[in-house]
């Protein structure tokens, strides 16, 4: 399949897309674009980008087609031996996991808005781009030349995001086998000894844990944009960061986030583009692909993101405990605790998980699933008499399920570390992974295990001491943001004296 892009317009953010597909088969043909992306977990129907769209044959006649779903078009081959699909897609989400079309750059995630024939998806993928030829292209694609990049199937191309810019900045270096790219785009001015020496580090402390890295090549891909913003999406083999303000780059508060986001997207990697569910290999990108797993591919790469930072000594000790309590103070705030344990906000976040939903529904995949993960290692660590960790269960994962290219399930994760622990964990997992019992007595007596307390204090604001509301100031007002619910049964909990949490 060919695919050819061009930005004709760039002010208007539309994306000009031709693609062409020979020796079509039967008397129809269908064309699909995904209903959402690896790595966010809710539908995003990406053809509501699409303005115009338009079939013809080898010679430019116009085919029939029809629309037969909310992004699938069958087309009416005739004798056709050739079909080409023309068709615009308008790129103005400037984020890590979006496209965006102006005067300085064309950035695209291919899984927005590149078709596929669904039964010829394993066929190679080849994309021109119709660009000055001052663009430069950061991506993780082969280059068949400077404008021309090479997929190996339509998997790759929809996981190899895109960058096309005359103004890219951009360093290199090698760790083990594998060489790393750094590319910024937009208006900052890096470090790049600090960024390199920091990116080897952690880099390397990673590669070392989990013995190998899966591909030979990866690029970071990093969009800086002008006001306040912190994102990031994982790939195979790159992942693109969205930060700003670019002039505070290596300011400490800002800096802290950018390292912190490329070590967790890093992880990623391995933990879920090469250890994936078995609900998720291959991806269906025309509906939802319902895990109870994401405790595991987001709570485990969250809890690892800052922990391969301390161990390689890009954060401190102080910084990690800092990143802790933050997930620590988001769980205890989040009242969602007592009603959708974290397998089951795994599975809704196809209906509501990225979102602030109702009141006090769900949990995080992130922030419970980051405790789960801290606590999991420290009851393997305590278990084994200092034997095993989590460490080699994500090794187990990656040696027997990642590079056999096999689905993991959700009794396999729990075997595996049953059989690392040397006892049970089923109670663990029932109470904690797929119930709602409260989390404290477990994190202060695992915390305590390895040296550490968790220390309950006052909040220093009355609103949340005394009535238990919290409140944000938004444009000259201040506005009630949360209030803490009255919650009765086994927990007899008010909605009063709310505490900060810190783990010393």
Not at 138 to 158: F, G, I, N, P, R
Request: charge should be negative; proline fraction near 5%; charged fraction near 25%.
């Amino acid at each position: 399949m060919r695919y050819k892009i061009s930005a004709p317009h760039p002010v208007n953010h539309l994306i000009e897309i031709e693609m062409t597909v020979e020796n079509p088969s039967g008397a129809e043909m269908s064309f699909q674009l995904p209903s959402w992306r690896p790595g966010r977990y809710e539908l995003g129907n990406f053809a509501r980008n699409v303005q115009r769209w338009n079939a013809f044959d080898e010679k430019g006649m116009p085919l029939p087609f029809r629309k037969t779903g909310k992004d699938l078009w069958q087309v009416n081959v005739n004798d056709a031996s050739a079909v080409v699909i023309r068709y615009n897609y308008f790129a103005a989400q400037l984020d890590a996991g979006g496209c965006w079309l102006d005067e300085n750059q064309l950035y695209i995630n291919p899984v927005h808005c590149m078709l596929y024939v669904p039964e010829r998806m394993h066929e190679a993928c080849e994309v021109s781009f119709d660009l000055p030829m001052s663009y430069k292209l950061a991506t993780s694609m082969e280059k068949l030349s400077d404008h021309v990049l090479k997929a190996q199937d339509y998997h790759e191309l929809v996981d190899s995001p895109v960058i096309a810019s005359p103004t890219l900045q951009h360093k290199a270096f090698t760790s083990g086998s594998t060489i790393f790219n750094i590319w910024f785009q937009g208006d900052c001015k890096p470090d790049w000894n600090r960024v390199v020496e920091d990116f080897k580090k952690f880099s390397e402390e990673q590669i070392r844990t989990m013995v190998d890295f899966p591909v030979n090549e990866y690029h970071f891909l990093i969009q800086i944009l002008p006001f306040r913003f912190y994102h990031g999406v994982e790939h195979l083999k790159s992942t693109v960061l969205a930060l700003g303000p670019g002039s505070n780059l290596m300011e400490p508060a800002l800096y802290i986030d950018f390292i912190g986001v490329a070590s967790h997207e890093l992880f990623h990697s391995w933990n879920i583009k090469t250890i994936r569910p078995a609900e998720m290999l291959p991806y269906d990108y025309t509906r939802e692909n319902y895990s109870r797993l994401g405790f595991v591919y987001e709570g485990v790469t969250t809890y690892y993101g800052d922990l391969f930072l301390v161990r390689s000594g890009v954060y401190s000790v102080d910084q990690f405990f800092m990143e802790i309590n933050a997930r620590l103070q988001k769980h205890f705030d989040n009242y969602g605790r007592f009603n959708l344990s974290v397998a089951d906000s795994s599975f809704d976040t196809w209906l509501d998980g990225y979102g602030p939903g109702i009141p006090n529904r769900k949990t995080s995949i992130y922030d419970e699933g980051c405790l789960i993960a801290l606590m999991t290692d420290i009851l393997i660590r305590t278990k084994s008499k200092g034997q095993a960790s989590l460490d080699e269960v994500m090794r187990t994962l990656y040696r027997d399920f990642g590079k056999r290219k096999i689905g993991y399930t959700e009794s396999d994760y729990l075997s595996i570390v049953e059989k690392l622990s040397g006892e049970s964990m089923a109670d663990f997992f029932m109470d904690y992974v797929y119930g709602t019992e409260d989390y404290e007595p477990l994190l202060s007596e695992s915390l305590s295990l390895a040296g550490c307390q968790l220390v309950k204090r006052s909040s220093t604001f009355d609103s949340e001491k005394y009535f238990g509301f919290k409140t944000i100031l938004s444009e000259g007002k201040t506005i009630v943001k949360q209030v803490a619910p009255r919650i009765t049964g086994r927990y007899s909990r008010t909605g009063q004296g709310r505490r900060n949490y810190q783990c010393e």
